[in-house]
């Protein structure tokens, strides 16, 4: 039975220590992300129901503002 790659199947012709560096660096940016988002989302949790109306964010927008922000979605 042949052995394949799954590793990863979409960087062919790559070393398997291109392959590392790669992740790493996607993790890096993954944390990154995740660190934007927590940070608007405390920072918009943590306003009051004024405050937020002054900005025009209702308090069940704050999660999806926090994943635009973060992620770009």
């Known amino acids: 039975m042949a052995n394949m790659n799954t590793l990863a199947p979409h960087v062919s012709g790559s070393t398997f220590g291109q392959v590392i560096i790669d992740t790493i660096a996607d ?5 990154a992300q995740r660190a934007v988002y ?3 989302y405390n920072e918009l949790s943590a306003m ?3 405050e937020l109306a002054d900005i025009g964010i209702s308090r069940n927008n704050i999660a999806e503002i926090a994943k635009q922000s973060a992620y770009g979605l």
């Open 27 to 31: 993790l890096r940016d993954r944390r």
């Open 48 to 50: 009051g129901p004024r």
């Open 38 to 40: 927590r940070r608007v």
